[in-house]
């Protein structure tokens, strides 16, 4: 089975810089990305990596966009893939964990940690905040949705799950951005669904109800800092 790392991104060249090196990705892997348009140098930063680029303009319709990063992974000749944004790393260990699982089903689902404001706080309340990252391909399986895509594998699909432990979550860390710049952000997905939602209710600065992580992470904070880059 021929497996790959796929990413959609865009104007991300700071993320991809400083992720791509820490995820490991087995040499038997391969790395396919989907270039939404961006203006920054993201594409070049991906093909360093050893990632082959495919593009197409994004037309805010997160579904169709992701559908496309399936197909682009097909035309490479890929059997499966795992997804990751640019703000998110995993262990080497998930590798080999999602490659044994997709043996037995066609999908598989990963535990994720969300951090809040820094590397060092997890928000519980999410936790563990199942994601069906990684599927074959070539079964039929897309995603429906214009925000927060989500995929259809409840359609007669075996899925699996990854064992609740530290080394096989994702680490998502894109909401570590600033207090503003998360509102923005929400507010823009409110607006895609037509809703009304009050993105500033559930994004107070504060954190009394966050956890310090005291596990590893597939990145030292310490090398690169409490906040993450932002593009």
Sequence with gaps: MRLCLAMAFQNEAQWLRLHLPALALPADWGLVGL??????DSRLVFEM?????HERPFDWHFARHMNALIMACEAEGYDAL???DPDELVYPDVFTAVAQMLVMCECVALPRYGF???RRHYNPRWHPDWQVRAFRLGVGLRYDGAVHEQLNYADGYRLGYLPDDPRLHIYHYGW?????????REAR?????????DPAAHLADGYPHYVPFMGGQPLDPEEVGALAPVA
């Design 35 to 40: 270039d939404g348009g961006s203006e920054d």
């Design 49 to 53: 990596h050893g990632g082959v680029v």
């Design 82 to 84: 795992l997804r990751l």
């Design 116 to 118: 809040v404001r820094d």
């Design 176 to 184: 570590i951005l600033p207090l503003q710049a998360r509102r923005e």
């Design 189 to 197: 997905y409110a607006a895609l669904v037509g809703g009304n939602a």
